[in-house]
């Protein structure tokens, strides 16, 4: 009898044992499997918000050459569209002061003959705000230049790069101006009062642009649909004047410098580009000074962001 009630014990205990095993085993299991679809959970949303970012830059490239393109038509405009999850558009204003100016030297000179301010202006941003678990490695470009002064379209007027700051981030930039030689004009001077013709004057000219962008209207979320609008295109026209004057005999230099410079205020950081132009032209019985005419053309183009 003894015997039989022992192995009795022992049966209880042993079978007690299995249970507690199976027990901890499926608590085990259950952690890794929890585990395992938290990591694959963030894994997927890491890629997701990764391959957003990434249509973003796409998506951002686009829009800076629709905004070049509509900023030479007056009243056109494009839009481009984001499905947005986790990111979106971001309008930052004032981020640069330019002050533009125009100098002009003879040649080996230190000191102007002339001197006059050409614009001032504050320059916005636009931006796209990626996602908490998108990252960028640093700064760098994916569209044009960060050249302060362009010369003859030798690049995009709107720069688009990548940076991580506080978050990564998409920004179209376009505080530059672009220099155009458009070579020699026949400029009109008016009507002879004499012969009743018009008078012409033989002229430098250059064409500086400048892309202003501004804020227009910011509504909805999801999708979204940012526009660029033309708003008005503001032509004004400087004379830089030749320091030759009117004279039979030839004179000695055949060129001037005109120096354009632009300077951002806040980063107290200025840029220039030195041309070389004619300083004289005949006319068949004398030499007569060729002044420098400077078109300046500013266009306003406006974004809006409608969410649908």
């Not at 003894?2 to 027990?23: A, C, D, I, Q, Y």
């Not at 999850?85 to 080996?108: C, E, L, S």
Request: overall charge positive; aromatic content about 10%; glycine content about 8%.
């Amino acid at each position: 009898m003894l015997k039989v009630k022992n192995m009795s014990r022992f049966r209880k205990k042993k079978g007690l044992s299995e249970v507690v095993t199976s027990v901890i085993l499926t608590g085990i299991m259950l952690s890794i499997a929890l585990i395992a679809m938290g990591f694959a959970n963030n894994m997927f949303s890491i890629q997701s918000e990764s391959t957003e970012f990434d249509q973003a830059k796409n998506i951002m490239t686009n829009l800076a050459e629709i905004i070049e393109h509509v900023s030479t038509k007056q009243g056109s405009s494009g839009y481009v569209k984001f499905n947005s999850r986790t990111g979106g558009p971001w309008f930052q204003r004032n981020v640069h002061n330019i002050d533009v100016k125009v100098k002009a030297y003879m040649i080996g000179a230190t000191i102007p003959y002339s001197e006059s301010p050409l614009f001032s202006s504050s320059c916005n941003q636009l931006k796209y705000r990626g996602g908490s678990l998108a990252s960028a490695a640093g700064k760098y470009l994916i569209r044009g230049t960060e050249v302060p002064i362009l010369l003859n379209n030798n690049a995009s007027m709107g720069s688009v790069y990548v940076e991580q700051k506080d978050g990564a981030w998409i920004v179209i930039d376009y505080s530059r101006i672009n220099v155009l030689n458009l070579g020699t004009f026949n400029f009109s001077k008016g009507i002879s009062a004499t012969t009743g013709l018009p008078i012409f004057e033989l002229v430098n000219m250059l064409q500086i642009t400048y892309i202003n962008i501004t804020p227009g209207t910011f509504s909805g979320s999801g999708n979204l649909y940012v526009v660029a609008k033309c708003k008005n295109i503001e032509t004004t026209y400087y004379r830089v004047p030749s320091y030759v004057s009117a004279s039979t005999t030839k004179p000695a230099e055949e060129y001037y410098i005109i120096s354009i410079s632009l300077k951002y205020l806040l980063e107290s950081q200025e840029s220039k580009l030195n041309l070389n132009m004619p300083s004289y032209y005949y006319n068949g019985t004398h030499y007569l000074p060729r002044d420098t005419i400077i078109m300046l053309v500013k266009s306003n183009v406006e974004i809006s962001v409608f969410g649908g």
